[in-house]
Nanobody, 126 residues
Framework: QVQLVESGGGLVQAGGSLRLSCAAS????????MGWFRQASGKEREFVAA????????YYADSVKGRFTISRDNAKNTVYLQMNSLKPEDSAVYYC???????????????????WGQGTQVTVSS
């Protein structure tokens, strides 16, 4: 079992920044890609970003490219999402998730992730 706990969400004005953290416990995540997803009220969950097990490769949704940065610290079993230039449309509950298969490149499909955190709310005011 893997437990994922997100933190760092909150209320921020448009143009501001937040840094989300996802701390993993239980089994290690060091050999797995990790992803961030979000779900706005009344909308479907959508892919935000993913990072390979080594941190050497990252992937982003077009809507956040150039503004968000995903990173990881395997020594701390933690994944981060630095969010800059936030917009009201970034408001959502943000979830981190572990990719289902070790040593595989991540995809943006939520069905390929097996462990999920409880989420952290991000609200961007205009």
């Amino acid at each position: 079992q893997v437990q994922l706990v997100e933190s760092g969400g909150g209320l921020v004005q448009a143009g501001g920044s937040l840094r989300l953290s996802c701390a993993a416990s239980g089994r290690t995540i060091t050999s797995y890609a990790m992803g961030w997803f979000r779900q706005a009220s009344g909308k479907e969950r959508e892919f935000v970003a993913a990072i390979v097990w080594s941190g050497g490769g990252t992937y982003y949704a077009d809507s956040v490219k150039g503004r968000f940065t995903i990173s990881r610290d395997n020594a701390k079993n933690t994944v981060y999402l630095q969010m800059n230039s936030l917009k009201p449309e970034d408001s959502a509950v943000y979830y981190c998730a572990r990719y289902r298969s070790s040593w595989e490149l991540p995809t943006p499909h939520g069905s390929r992730y097996d462990y999920w955190g409880q989420g952290t709310q991000v609200t961007v005011s205009s």
